[in-house]
């Protein structure tokens, strides 16, 4: 199975920024996500096979990037200018596609997800 863990969640101030980090062993199209109490998971960024073939959702553009580094086995979401509602817990996930996709549905292994609290 594939297995995928992520880190580097936590409290920090509206208006600054995190690097959220995902293992992951092999390659795949990768995908991070996010799900606030209460509401259905949303699609953040992806990233393909190749490093500059990555999307964003609409509602994010400008404030996140997603970046991958297969040395060291690791796929990164850096978050700026974070606002409260980055708040819920995020999760990154593979993806049996050959481009990068937006698709919750399209993801088939997901990490236990980790929490970013914004506060202002």
């Known amino acids: 199975q594939v297995q995928l863990v992520e880190s580097g969640g936590g409290l920090v101030q509206a208006g600054g920024s995190l690097r959220l980090s995902c293992a992951v062993s092999?390659?795949?199209?990768m995908g991070w996500f996010r799900q606030a109490p209460g509401k259905e998971r949303e699609a953040v960024a992806a990233?393909?096979?190749?490093?500059?073939?990555?999307t964003y959702a609409d509602s994010v553009k400008g404030r996140f990037t997603i970046s991958r580094d297969y040395a060291t086995k690791m796929v990164y979401l850096q978050r700026d200018r974070l606002k409260p509602e980055d708040t819920p817990v995020y999760y990154c996930?593979?993806?049996?596609?050959?481009?990068?996709?937006?698709?919750?549905?399209?993801?088939?292994?997901w990490g236990p997800g980790t929490q970013v609290t914004v506060s202002s």
């Open positions: 996930a593979t993806a049996p596609r050959s481009t990068a996709t937006l698709v919750v549905h399209a993801s088939d292994h």
């Open positions: 092999g390659r795949y199209v």
């Open positions: 990233i393909g096979l190749q490093s500059d073939n990555r």
